[in-house]
C-alpha cells in the first residue's frame, strides 16, 4: 500500500527535478544574450535622452537621492543622464532622464511602469504628450507643470521623478565628479 503512494511521488520529483535542471541550463544559454540586448537597450535611451553625447560614462557618486538608481556623465561636458525609480499608484515607475550641462533636462522617457491602463498611464506612457511638457525645464521650473486629473497619483509620482533627477544632477554638479 505504501509503495502505491511512494512510486508517484518519486516519479513526480524527478520530472520536476529534470525540468527544473532544463530551465536552468536554458537560462544561462540565453543569460549573455539578454544581458546584451539590456545593455543595447541602455545605451539607445541614454542616446535619446542626451543627444549631443556620444558617449557615456557611468558615475558612482558618494551620495544620491534614495530612489536615484544611475548617473551617467555625457561625453564633451554635454551632460548628464539620470535613472530615478519612483512609486506610482500601480508600483514602481523607472525613468530616465537626460539634462544639458546648463541645467536644462534635454528629454525624459519611462523605461518601465505598471501604472492603470487609461487612467495612470496618461501621465507614465511614453506616447501620451506628459513628459514632453518637462522638456526644456529646470529645477526651478518643472513644479509649474500641472498633474493630471484622474491619474494625480501617477502624474505626482513622475513630477516626484523629475524633482529627483534635478536633485541628482545638482549633487553631481556640486561635488564635481
Known amino acids: 500500500m505504501m509503495k502505491d503512494i511512494v512510486k508517484p511521488i518519486a516519479v513526480l520529483a524527478g520530472i520536476c527535478l529534470v525540468v527544473t535542471a532544463l530551465l536552468a541550463f536554458v ?7 539578454i544581458v546584451a540586448a539590456e545593455e543595447k537597450a541602455a545605451a539607445a535611451a541614454r542616446s535619446e535622452v542626451l543627444s549631443a553625447a556620444k558617449d557615456f560614462k557611468r558615475l558612482t557618486p558618494e551620495y544620491l537621492p534614495e530612489g536615484v538608481t544611475e548617473v551617467y556623465e555625457g561625453s564633451d561636458g554635454s551632460g548628464y543622464v539620470i535613472l530615478v525609480q519612483v512609486k506610482g499608484y500601480g508600483g514602481v515607475i523607472r525613468l530616465i532622464a537626460g539634462i544639458r550641462s546648463d541645467g536644462t533636462l534635454e528629454a525624459i522617457k519611462t523605461l518601465s511602469h505598471s501604472e492603470t491602463t487609461g487612467v495612470g498611464t496618461k501621465a507614465v506612457d511614453n506616447n501620451s504628450g506628459y513628459r514632453d511638457r518637462f522638456a526644456g525645464t529646470t529645477a526651478d521650473s518643472y513644479q509649474q ?7 494625480t497619483i501617477s ?3 513622475y513630477k516626484k521623478g ?3 533627477i ?4 545638482r549633487i553631481v554638479k556640486e561635488a564635481g565628479v
Do not use: K
Not at 166 to 169: G, L
Open 162 to 164: 523629475v524633482g529627483l
Open 155 to 157: 502624474s505626482t509620482a
Open 145 to 151: 507643470i500641472d498633474t493630471i486629473s484622474g491619474a
Open 166 to 169: 534635478f536633485d541628482a544632477y
Open 27 to 33: 537560462n544561462q544559454l540565453t543569460l549573455p544574450v
